[in-house]
């Protein structure tokens, strides 16, 4: 267990609000990601962060944002949702530069 | 052209059976491989990481080659519990990069 806890777990929402989804993890680790997953598509990172305040963009950031304000929440926002952006969610951790990455429990957005 | 590619499946294997399944990457700069195991509606754990040598984890066998870019999983005496979804995974030494094969989905029969 990786000590990452993903919040909300479900969520349905109408195209054009905000959302924020929360990554939390109790351990420390620098390295966290966001992932969205699609039938067809796999696992495609959307952002990750290497440390407090410090994030980069991954293959499907449009329409994305997040925040990294403390070493354990990395925030997702969706500034105004799409029905694209229906998908699950997962946060993952990476302990260190070798090393693989563990994931959270995933979150299941539906945007009507 | 995707960066990793897997072949769907799906697989349906009798139990005790062994079954192996491939996954060829396209950058040959890749420089980390593994193989995850994701069940129904739960999120992708770590099977195994896979080394240049081979490894061996009980009854799962990781191989790579990357001359031809792919990377092996064999599972022998499958178990019904083995039924799951097995995803590829490549990553990058520069970028922080990892990118996820589609899965392959495999269910043994009793």
């Known amino acids: 267990d990786a000590g990452i806890t993903q919040s909300p777990r479900h969520k349905v929402t109408e195209t054009g609000t905000p959302v924020t989804l929360r990554c939390h993890q109790t351990?420390?680790?620098?390295?966290m990601y966001w992932y969205r997953q699609d039938p067809g598509h796999g696992l495609r990172l959307i952002h990750y962060s290497y440390g407090v305040k410090d994030t980069d963009k991954g293959e499907v950031s449009d329409g994305y944002s997040v925040s990294r304000s403390k070493t354990e929440d990395f925030l997702l926002t969706l500034e105004s949702a799409t029905s694209s952006q229906t998908s699950v969610y997962f946060c993952?951790?990476?302990?260190?530069?070798?090393?693989?990455?563990?994931f959270g429990p995933g979150t299941r957005l539906t945007v009507l | 052209r995707k960066e990793v590619e897997q072949d769907p499946g799906p697989f349906n294997v009798p139990e005790g059976a062994t079954v192996a399944f491939n996954c060829t990457y396209s950058?040959?700069?890749?420089?980390?491989f593994f193989w995850y195991r994701q069940d129904c509606r739960k999120e992708p754990k770590l099977l195994m990481s896979v080394y240049s040598s081979g490894n061996e984890d009980g009854r799962f066998t990781a191989q790579l080659n990357r001359a031809s870019q792919y990377i092996s999983l064999l599972i022998r005496d499958s178990k019904l519990s083995d039924s799951a979804t097995y995803l590829c995974v490549v990553g990058y030494d520069t970028g922080n990069q990892f990118y996820f094969g589609t899965g392959t989905s495999l269910t043994v029969i009793p």
């Open positions: 993952a951790i990476r302990l260190g530069w070798a090393d693989t990455q563990y």
């Open positions: 950058n040959s700069a890749s420089q980390s």
């Open positions: 351990e420390n680790h620098r390295y």
